[in-house]
């Protein structure tokens, strides 16, 4: 596959990304690292040449160890926020993201060896979505509760 789906724009960037719903008892499998204190959801940048179906399969199976079908398109996230990683620290972004809902499998276990762009260590928690954790997309936390039989749009704008 290609480069990851970052595109420098003005002083800013444009990233197309995915973001995979993976439930279990009323929990979400959400993503942490050392560096941060909020939790994200399992995903990552689309590299060109997949598509984001594509993308959601890779990253899953990267971040999990496990290689999973996709059930259905749950969101689409328009967001621009500002960076707090190492390469980005200050830079205006722009993200676009779609979420999936996965088939989860029976016995499953995930098992995370990944690492962020910087080299922090990441790791997986199941949080459920009223916990009093910081989790991005802020969506998360009233629509998991509820899910719609067809894919919503949010916007978020944190300029």
């Known amino acids: ?14 990233n197309i990304r995915v973001g995979a719903i993976i439930m279990q008892d009323g929990k979400i499998l959400m993503v ?8 994200y959801s399992v995903g990552g940048r689309i ?12 990253e899953v199976l990267e971040e999990t160890g496990v290689r999973m079908e996709v059930d259905r398109l ?18 205006l972004i722009y993200e676009i993201s779609f ?14 060896g ?7 260590k990441e790791y997986l928690k199941w949080v459920s979505p009223d916990e009093e954790r910081t989790i ?3 969506f998360f936390r009233t629509e998991l509760l509820h899910p719609a039989g067809y894919a919503k ?3 978020t704008d944190e300029r």
Do not use: W
């Not at 596959?1 to 595109?7: K, L, N």
């Not at 979420?99 to 098992?111: A, E, I, L, Q």
């Not at 990944?114 to 922090?120: A, I, K, P, Y």
């Open 1 to 14: 596959m290609g480069s990851d789906m970052t595109v420098p724009c003005d002083s800013g960037l444009i």
């Open 32 to 39: 942490g690292n050392e560096r941060n204190d909020y939790f």
């Open 47 to 58: 590299q060109f040449g997949e598509t984001a179906e594509e993308a959601v399969i890779r």
């Open 74 to 91: 749950g969101f689409i996230h328009e967001n621009y926020f500002v960076g707090d990683a190492p390469n980005n620290f200050g830079k």
């Open 99 to 112: 979420y999936f809902y996965m088939k989860v499998p029976d016995g499953f276990t995930p098992v995370s």
């Open 114 to 120: 990944s690492f962020t762009e910087d080299h922090s």
């Open 136 to 138: 991005y997309p802020t």
């Open 153 to 155: 749009h949010f916007i």
